[in-house]
């Protein structure tokens, strides 16, 4: 595997802090971003790059086994347990145990016998290096179960993808990452979804919100207003005095739950009323008589 230096990607140097690591991120993501780079291959390529090394370098745990062990950091517990092992048994690197003074050599002695470098002993077995992608949908996609086919490692993965599925979520293929080593197994594959933002509907866990537009004679004498929804039209009454800001519920016409079949969150509209403009003369006198029945 070709060594990438994560580092670098972000534009940061070693010493960096857990918050400068965030801020670079944040920096780079908002830039390179599917959405603003929509037919950018390389735009899309840097993209993957610095979620992968934030999910590292973000990482204590994970960032301080890659400063130890580069490229091969992901195989690090496997090393330090073949370790322990040879400190106990004996290291066939050298004539008896590990030597705590040349601990690069060992390390580079080890990966040798993994990758079958010049080693006679056994080859041991070791998973693949876990793959990171992300897939945008929009909201109305988020709503359906539909499939999907993603290009990975030069290869064509048809994926089902749940509906309600979330902002955020991370899903997991079972092995379809690298291959093995050693006629080990492969790595999963994580798929971090990314929803846009919809232009009328705000989502929230599985509750649509959105404002409607009624105008002043509907809010004061009542009525009857139709408006548009993520899964078709649905008619409203408005009750007479109805006053800015009204909110309403209707039930089970939200977001749809994530793999649980025919629930459904609610979507809540607010109503705004508008104010009519540009009166006729005859218009604003009315409006003059009915202030003066106050």
């Known amino acids: 595997m070709e060594f990438i230096d994560y580092y ?5 140097d070693k010493t960096a ?20 780079n929509p037919n950018d291959k390389e ?4 993209f993957q790059q610095i979620n992968e090394a934030n ?10 086994k890659y400063d130890q062990y580069g490229k091969d950091w992901q195989h690090a517990d496997q090393f330090e347990q ?18 705590d003074g040349d601990d690069d050599h060992d390390f580079s002695g080890f990966f040798e016998s993994m990758f079958g470098s010049g080693s006679r002993g056994r080859q041991a077995k070791f998973r693949g290096q ?15 179960t539909h499939q999907q086919v993603l290009t990975v490692n030069g290869k064509n ?5 749940p509906a309600g599925i979330a902002d955020g979520q991370v899903i997991k293929l079972k092995g379809y990452g690298a291959p093995g080593v050693n006629g080990g197994p492969a790595g999963d594959l994580y798929i971090t979804f990314s929803i846009s933002p919809h232009p009328v509907f705000k989502r929230l866990g599985n509750d649509l919100y959105a ?22 039209k649905v008619k409203l009454k408005v009750n007479p005095e109805t006053q800015p800001g009204t909110k309403i519920r209707l039930k089970g016409k939200g977001f749809p739950v994530y793999k649980k079949e025919a629930e459904f969150g609610d979507l809540y509209i607010t109503y705004n009323v508008q104010l009519p403009t540009n009166l006729t003369t005859e218009q604003k006198t009315l409006f003059t008589q009915l202030s003066q029945l106050k």
């Open 8 to 12: 670098k990607v972000l534009g940061i």
């Open 17 to 36: 802090s857990e918050e400068d690591v965030k801020k670079a991120y944040r920096k780079l993501a908002r830039k390179l971003h599917p959405d603003l």
């Open 43 to 46: 735009a899309h390529k840097k």
């Open 55 to 64: 999910e590292v370098l973000s990482d204590p745990e994970k960032r301080k």
């Open 82 to 99: 073949q370790r322990q092992g040879r400190q106990q048994q004996g290291s066939p690197f050298s004539g008896g145990g590990f030597s």
């Open 130 to 144: 876990d793959y990171n992608a992300q897939l945008t949908l929009n909201l109305t996609d988020a709503m359906l």
């Open 157 to 161: 993965v048809r994926i089902t993808i």
């Open 211 to 232: 404002s409607v537009n009624i105008d002043l004679y509907t809010a004061v004498l009542g009525g009857d207003t139709t408006i548009d929804t993520l899964n078709g």
